[in-house]
């Protein structure tokens, strides 16, 4: 089973190659660079889906919103058994 993370974008490293382009990216508290080369798009602040240490698609709030709070009742539930 994959499991691709929702994290938002803290910080951004510009690199005139597009390939190299990163980002720190937080989880809920845990922060990771992350490999923004699949997310051209992305900016400061965007919520991405992050699997293998690479955002794959950019959330818009809403998505993002849904995604943590599905990810807190399953934390939840697990800490209930």
Do not use: W
Not at 46 to 56: E, K, Q, R, S
Request: negative net charge; aromatic residues 6%.
């Amino acid at each position: 089973m994959c499991l691709a993370m929702p994290g938002q974008i803290i910080s951004i490293t510009d690199n005139s190659d597009p390939l190299a382009r990163s980002g720190c990216v937080n989880f809920s508290g845990i922060r990771k660079t992350i490999s923004l080369a699949y997310v051209p798009e992305a900016k400061l602040h965007d919520y991405v889906i992050v699997h293998a240490g690479v955002a794959l698609s950019v959330l818009d709030d809403e998505e993002a919103s849904a995604s943590l709070q599905a990810f807190e009742q399953l934390a939840e539930f697990q800490q209930a058994l």
